[in-house]
């Protein structure tokens, strides 16, 4: 059994027989499809199931609740969970440094602990260092580490990975460190503090399957809290690389671990998405057709090529989780002949789109077609990447209904980044009640007269942080209502406007949990035409 409600935290098994099927399951390698395991975001306001050893542990409220451990005079504070028969799995957690007592000093997260003293440990050294050791009482051997800016206030994702003797540990999705060793073959997790206070949320353990494949240097650790400063030298987003909301939790793995089949006709691909089973299912030919192709779980489509995907369908991803979509060209699918959007999202957790290229015309009139990205009905942790959005009245939508927020409040939190938006009326995108949504380096372009013409659009109290994009022919870069939708929220930073009207902003946005680096605005025109789209990974 696994429980997967991401508001509350979950264990395969409590005890007993579900405790020696689950070490049983891992320990013959069973389990080749990532499964969530067990998580903890602490909005329950308790930490049931947690046991302490050492340090002051209280669940508080920072702009969420979080697990925080504040004696920084604990020479070693560490909280546990899981289960002992924990062999081959994946922890992350974020991680936020309140404050050191001294040098030398560390906050962490531990797996295949056997004691309170013999775990595995992924540390953030105020020393300027990221370390992944095996501890076994004062003895400690450092597997692998990396230069890192450890800054107090900031909030990093920590990610270890295990199968059987090799061991990898990832900060903010860049590997940091990885290796062999032997010590610890079992066990539960831990999140650790020496001589330091931290706060720790959205803990996750899945197990089977890995991440995408990592960069080999930690990226620039720019993070906000409620408004974010614009890195001045930042890196590229890694190549390939995964951030933002789909890193969240747990991550998106897609299809990893499963088999790869490479389809050339339709029915072959309506056949090779289905079900719930890891699968890599590689798209050579553009297929005409007619109704949605239905997406199942733990599933990467990728296109080959520049122009392999649909005509006239789009995917619909409903109820599923993980799963990625990359290098796809999907265009005019009709919302009036029994379809709806390129790429309609209900329903659905943890999902990367990236580098797709999806289309209509602007000629039939605001309601001939539907969307070309919607995300409805609670979705959450999506990351929309380097995507080419072209030729379409309402691109993308972001909650469906001014009447649906029992539904959608706390969920649909999307990342909008290095998307190209052209000739694009609308919704670019319109969000109801996701809060943070977080929008930065995209590309606004509109080179044809379209009526009511804007970008950014925030309503039914959401709320949007608009970072480092550039905005080119828009009359109006963003609103902050729309329709009959009550008012949202909207903070601005750092946008290049160039024949455009002014950013409107209102209220504050909650604070963006995931490491990321922002390219100068400026750049965003020239870096983001050549790399978004199709062909292009």
Known sequence: ???????????????????????????????????????????????????????????????????QQSNNGSELARAFAGDTGWTDYQLQARVKPLSFNGSGRLVAIAARSSSDTKM??????????????????????????????????????????????????????????????????AGRIALVTSYASASFDDVAVTTGGTTSPPTTTPPTTTQPTSTPPTSTTPPPPPAGGLIGWATQG???????????TTVTSLAALTSAVTGNSAAIV????????????????NKTILGVGSGSGLNGCGLNIRGVSNVIVRNLKISNVRAGNGNGDAIHIDSATRLWLDHNDLSSDTTHGTDYYDGLLD????????????????????????????????????HL???????????????????????????????????????Y????????????????????NLTDPTHTSEGSSPGGNLVARNNVLVNSGPV??????????????????????????????????
């Not at 409600?5 to 990532?34: F, K, W």
């Open 250 to 260: 747990g991550g998106t793995t897609g299809g990893a671990g499963g088999s790869t």
């Open 120 to 185: 595995y440990r992924l540390a953030l050294l105020n020393s300027g260092r990221a370390e992944l050791q095996a501890v076994n009482g004062s003895s400690i051997t450092v597997i692998g580490g990396a230069a890192l800016s450890v800054n107090t206030g900031t909030w990093y994702t920590l990610r270890i990975e295990m199968s059987g003797s090799t061991i990898r540990g990832l900060v903010n999705g860049a590997q940091v460190a990885a290796g062999t060793n032997t010590q610890q073959t």
């Open 375 to 410: 995300i409805t009905h609670g979705a959450d942790y999506i990351t929309v990447s380097w995507n080419k959005l072209h030729d379409h009245v309402k691109c993308s939508l972001v909650g469906h209904s001014d009447s649906n927020a029992s539904e959608d409040t706390g």
């Open 453 to 472: 013409s804007y970008g950014v659009a925030t309503t039914c109290g959401a709320g949007v942080l608009v970072e480092s994009n550039y905005f080119e």
């Open 282 to 297: 590689q798209v050579n030919g553009n297929f005409t057709c007619s109704a949605d192709v239905r997406v199942g779980a």
């Open 504 to 537: 409107l902003t209102n209220g504050s946005v909650a604070s963006i949990p995931y490491g990321y680096s922002v390219d100068p605005a400026a750049n965003i025109k020239s870096l983001v035409t050549a790399g978004a789209g199709t062909g292009k990974i």
């Open 1 to 67: 059994m696994q429980i997967r409600n991401p508001n509350r935290r979950g264990l395969l098994a409590a005890a007993g027989a579900g405790a020696t099927a689950l070490a049983l399951a891992l320990a013959m390698g069973a389990v080749a499809n990532a499964a969530t395991a067990f998580t903890d975001d602490f909005n329950d306001g308790n930490a049931n199931g947690w046991s302490k050893s050492g340090g002051t542990w209280t669940v508080v409220t920072d702009g969420t609740p979080v697990y």
């Open 413 to 451: 939190r999307v990342t909008y980044h290095h998307n190209m938006f052209s000739n694009c009326a609308q919704r670019n995108p319109r969000v109801r009640f996701g809060n943070p949504v977080h929008v930065f380096n995209n590309y606004y372009v509109n080179t044809t007269a379209l009526s």
